[in-house]
Nanobody, 116 residues
């Protein structure tokens, strides 16, 4: 098993930046992702990172392409989400996910609020 703890959320003005962190209790799997869920909406995939011996590949929701960047630090067992040029519509609870031995693990979420 693995425990994930997100941090870095908060209140920011439109156009600002935040960096979310997802710290794992052990080595994380090769697939990691960030999701978000706004009130009254379904949870949606924001960014995903698949890592391998030959490098990694990323995938982003169209709404965040060019603004968000997902990355990982294996030495720290941590996955990051750098969020720039934030918009009010980015307001949501953000959750990290890792796939380990075929099972998905989730963090408890961190709130991001972007004011206009």
């Amino acid at each position: 098993q693995v425990q994930l703890v997100e941090s870095g959320g908060g209140l920011v003005q439109a156009g600002g930046s935040l960096r979310l962190s997802c710290a794992a209790s052990r080595s994380i799997g090769s697939f990691n992702a960030w999701y978000r869920q706004a009130p009254g909406k379904q949870r949606e995939l924001v960014a995903a990172l698949a890592s391998g011996t030959s490098g990694g590949s990323t995938n982003y929701a169209d709404s965040v392409k060019g603004r968000f960047t997902i990355s990982r630090d294996n030495a720290k067992n941590t996955v990051y989400l750098q969020m720039n040029s934030l918009k009010p519509e980015d307001t949501a609870a953000y959750y990290c996910q890792t796939i380990l031995y075929g099972r998905a693990y989730w963090g408890q979420g961190t709130q991001v609020t972007v004011s206009s």
